[in-house]
């Protein structure tokens, strides 16, 4: 028996190549790989000319068959694949892409463009060290696995349905709207969410208010009213409160309560996204990619993952990812005090807040490796995302944070005061964390009641309300995940709440860079704003369905139900079409006003001296005559508008991160060389 493995990237076949070389199979095994996606769905035009127009009379366009083309940036892999099928020497095929839905639909897209009929096994882990690749080859899935079925099934479905909802009402947005608008299942809800932030903020009105301090020995209070539980005044009833302040405060109330706090639990991919940026700042896209960095270097497990729990067998084995830690020496103390603790080790393994079979999606939490550092190459991006993943996992083997909390009442003059601090009795799993403490604990004075205070000092604030704040890479993740918020009513709150928000923590910091990319938010500094065209989008939808976080999270809970088995593809299709069609017809009755989008000059075509302008995808040449033009993306690395500016102006980019069709990745900087792009490289 002879197979073919087909992993997603060539790293990964080499790593599985590697461990293969040391087994006795029962089979051979030759090894290919992909490059990430190597085929996609054709564009209309390719299944009908008529569809080429972008013409409302033709849409909805729906193919009755979906077909496949092959990736221009790819057609060297695929072509090489697919003559190696064709040799006739394998009995199947192992699909060895990442264990997800992304994973299959990167395999399957690929099996029915080559037209394949060979029989298919899959490689599944969430892991790539050696000891995982050697059991994923030992125990390979067969392609009627009932999750493996479902999950392939929602990938096609969910893929053919992001082709409909994107093709058919962009085109109907662009046509009523003037200027290209896209659309899509999960960006244009995302939109709405940071639109509607920015309204409040542009409406905002400030007003003044002012507070009252106390100054008391070793603690401050505030005035506050206990009925509509505030501690703003009107600037007009200050002077009246003030005035019934008398010298002395008494300790009306006086309450401890010790709060104890265990561990967060482990990393999905949307906690690990939200932590890095509010910490170092990394926008989600960022952290997603050095995620996957540390993983292909068999540090980390799968990082796209939505669980937060481990499965049980593999929190059984957990000494032995607690000893790849303690390799770092700053974890050495702690590491050694855990692995001298089995009988706590062994609660923590039997945990249902930490290790859960039934709380698993297709992929358990994100945690480190049974693979120490060792001589790895780490960058210092790199050395940040680890160490968060290490800590939250020393972190639940540690004692829970344990803290008084205090709160003090105070009365002078009939007027009411108060003030709250902690007291910290046990530091437990946050001494991990004391570099990110941004303050200490502030504590008060042993009081008790009917205690009186000298008044050292009245102090008056004056200050203004202010807008809410604008959302961040952290925040909109967590509005996309809890998009429940936005709605009012309980049953689609409960859908929401099902579906986890709108999007995937796979996909969510894809769908804001390109919300980014077409000019719909920009970033200003941490923060991510609306732009002009965003707001004016939204503006014109007005209260369509497809800007509602409700109808992304009804179609990702029908997808979730696909996987889980208890809703039928083929029942998901004809909704899916009748959605469509429905909805199209809807968006063609809008009346859309969308400003005209700014032309920005980049410089001057080297060809013709005719202004070269930013488009969607590329610096182009305004003389339509002339061919000129600069990709925006050139082998996944980003082309920005100040390169651009320099190109043109003759001089080099900065350095850009490449990819090249191998799959490996460099820096090199750009040159116009007598109108031609060229690589500079250090």
Not at 136 to 163: G, S
Not at 190 to 209: D, G, H, M, S, W
Not at 215 to 239: C, G, S, Y
């Amino acid at each position: 028996m002879r197979a073919l493995l087909i992993a997603e990237k060539p790293s990964l076949m080499r790593d599985i190549e590697k461990v293969y070389k040391r087994m006795q199979l029962p089979y051979t095994i030759d090894f290919a790989s992909f490059v990430g996606h190597v085929v996609e769905l054709k564009e209309p035009h390719e299944y009908k000319k008529e569809w080429k127009k972008w013409d409302l009379a033709v849409l909805p366009m729906m193919p009755e068959r979906y077909e496949f083309r092959v990736k221009k940036t790819a057609y060297k892999v695929y072509k090489e694949l697919e003559q190696k099928l064709k040799t006739g020497h394998y009995d199947f095929i192992i699909n060895a892409c990442d264990a997800g839905m992304e994973g299959e639909n990167i395999f399957y897209s690929f099996y029915k463009k080559a037209g394949c009929r060979l029989p298919v096994k899959r490689f599944w882990t969430s892991q790539t060290t050696d000891s995982a690749i050697q059991q994923a080859l030992m125990y390979l899935l067969d392609e009627n696995d009932v999750l493996i079925r479902n999950l392939r099934n929602a990938a096609m479905y969910r893929m053919i349905f992001d082709w409909l909802i994107g093709l058919n009402l962009t085109r109907v947005a662009t046509v009523k709207g003037g200027r290209t608008i896209k659309v899509g299942r999960v960006m244009t809800p995302t939109l709405a969410i940071v639109v509607k932030r920015e309204l409040e903020i542009k409406n905002f009105k400030p007003e003044p208010y002012a507070q009252i301090e106390l100054q008391l020995p070793e603690m401050t209070a505030l005035w506050f009213d206990p009925i509509n539980k505030t501690n703003k005044i009107r600037p007009d009833q200050v002077q009246e409160i003030v005035a019934r302040i008398t010298e002395t405060a008494i300790v009306k109330e006086l309450e401890t309560e010790r709060k104890t706090l265990p561990a967060p639990s482990l990393h999905s991919l949307l906690e690990l996204q939200k932590e890095a940026n509010k910490f170092f700042g990394f926008t989600s896209a960022n952290t997603l990619k050095i995620a996957q960095s540390l993983y292909e270097k068999k540090l980390i497990t799968y990082p796209r993952t939505e669980s937060k729990h481990l499965p049980t067998a593999f929190a059984q084995n957990i000494t032995a990812h607690l000893e790849a830690v303690s390799s770092l020496d700053e974890y050495k103390a702690v590491t050694s005090g855990i692995l001298g603790n089995k009988a706590n080790i062994s609660r923590v393994a039997s945990s249902k807040r930490y290790v859960d079979d039934k709380k698993l999606t297709d992929h358990h939490a994100i945690t480190v490796t049974d693979v120490a550092v060792g001589r790895k190459k780490l960058t210092e991006a790199e050395w940040k995302v680890y160490h968060l993943i290490c800590k939250r996992l020393l972190a639940i083997f540690l004692p829970a944070y344990i803290f008084d909390k205090t709160t003090i009442i105070l009365q002078s003059g009939g007027e009411l005061f108060k003030q709250t601090g902690n007291t910290i009795v046990e530091k437990g799993y946050t001494a991990l964390y004391e570099a990110f403490r941004k303050k200490e604990e502030r504590s008060l004075p042993l009081l008790k009641i009917d205690q009186i205070l000298p008044i050292e000092e009245i102090k008056t604030l004056s200050k203004m309300t202010e807008p809410p704040p604008r959302y961040t890479d952290s925040t909109l993740l967590d509005a996309m995940f809890y998009a429940g918020r936005f709605v009012e009513n309980a049953e689609l709150q409960k859908i929401l709440k099902d579906a986890e928000g709108i999007g995937t923590s796979a996909t969510r910091a894809e769908i804001i860079e390109k919300l980014i990319t077409i000019g719909m938010l920009e970033r200003q500094g941490k923060s991510l704003a609306a732009t002009d065209f965003g707001i004016d989008v939204i503006a014109s939808l007005g209260d369509h369905d497809i800007i509602s976080p409700v109808l992304t999270a009804v179609w990702s809970k029908k997808l979730k139900d696909i996987v889980d088995g208890e809703l039928n593809a083929t029942t998901f299709y004809r909704e899916m079409l009748t959605f469509i069609e429905e909805t199209t017809a809807r968006m063609k009755a809008l009346q859309m006003e969308v400003a005209e989008k700014e032309i920005v000059v980049v410089g001057s075509c080297p060809l013709c001296r005719t202004p070269v302008v930013e488009g969607f995808r590329a610096y182009t040449c305004q003389n339509k005559a002339c061919k000129f033009a600069i990709s925006k993306v050139l082998m996944k690395g980003k082309v920005t508008a100040i390169d651009a500016k320099k190109l043109l102006a003759g001089k080099e980019t900065r350095e850009i991160r490449f990819t090249w069709k191998s799959g490996k990745k460099g820096k090199a900087r750009l040159k116009l060389q007598e109108g031609k792009l060229e690589f500079v490289f250090q």
